[in-house]
T-cell receptor, first 117, second 111 residues
Framework: GAVVSQHPSWVICKSGTSVKIECRSL??????MFWYRQFPKQSLMLMAT?????????EQGVEKDKFLINHASLTLSTLTVTSAHPEDSSFYIC?????????????FGPGTRLTVL | AQSVTQLDSHVSVSEGTPVLLRCNYS??????LSWYVQHPNKGLQLLLK??????LVKGINGFEAEFKKSETSFHLTKPSAHMSDAAEYFC?????????FGAGTRLTVKP
């Protein structure tokens, strides 16, 4: 149980275009979803936390207008990278947790590799 | 504020020999500590998690970690390395929804 999927697994786009990444919890209700970014050979950095039906809370230094996060349902959150540029190329990982089960266990998706040309 | 330090960025062992990946943490509260493994271009997989029960935590794939409060450590060990253990390992300290990742330790396993 507790499977999280991401789509697409990889995407290549031109500079200036927008890219949407989906994160789905397949067999549980994700009251909270998290978006992380990972640069090559570096650790994960939390970008934002979103609770279902609420606006996302962004970490310091993360541009909310550039990284749009929507968490409209208990099984789906989306991250849209708007007007992407080469420096946005990275590995994006989402995770999900169900706060109602009173644990802080986060279940991670497989990640999405974004390459901006 | 909480943080975690992984003392080695890269560890290399021979197949069949023991593995030790070191992690020290800093937390104002009783921490929840975890180890995750990440294979190339893959997501994270939870190896094990400490949540104030037994100090010696057994995880998947033969890994275990011991919580030592006096040393603020949570080192990951495995008695005998396998080629498939080659990956990036992250030590994580968490409190509620605040997860802080270590910088990661790359484990290389030589034949």
């Amino acid at each position: 149980g507790a499977v999280v999927s991401q789509h697409p697994s990889w995407v290549i786009c031109k500079s200036g275009t927008s890219v949407k990444i989906e994160c789905r919890s397949l067999d549980f209700q994700a009251t909270t979803m998290f978006w992380y970014r990972q640069f090559p050979k570096q650790s994960l950095m939390l970008m934002a936390t979103s609770n279902e039906g609420s606006k996302a809370t962004y970490e310091q230094g993360v541009e909310k207008d550039k990284f749009l996060i929507n968490h409209a349902s208990l099984t789906l959150s989306t991250l849209t990278v708007t007007s992407a540029h080469p420096e946005d190329s990275s590995f994006y990982i989402c995770s999900a947790s169900n706060q109602r089960d009173r644990t802080d266990t986060q279940y991670f998706g497989p990640g999405t590799r974004l390459t901006v040309l | 504020a909480q943080s975690v330090t992984q003392l080695d960025s890269h560890v290399s062992v021979s197949e069949g020999t023991p593995v030790l990946l070191r992690c020290n943490y800093s937390s104002s509260y009783s921490p929840s500590l975890s180890w995750y493994v990440q294979h190339p271009n893959k997501g994270l997989q939870l190896l094990l998690k400490y949540t104030s029960a037994a100090t010696l935590v057994k995880g998947i794939n033969g890994f275990e970690a011991e919580f030592k409060k006096s040393e603020t450590s949570f080192h990951l060990t495995k008695p005998s390395a396998h080629m498939s253990d080659a990956a990036e390992y992250f030590c994580v300290v968490s409190d509620d929804n605040d997860m802080r990742f270590g910088a990661g330790t790359r484990l290389t396993v030589k034949p």
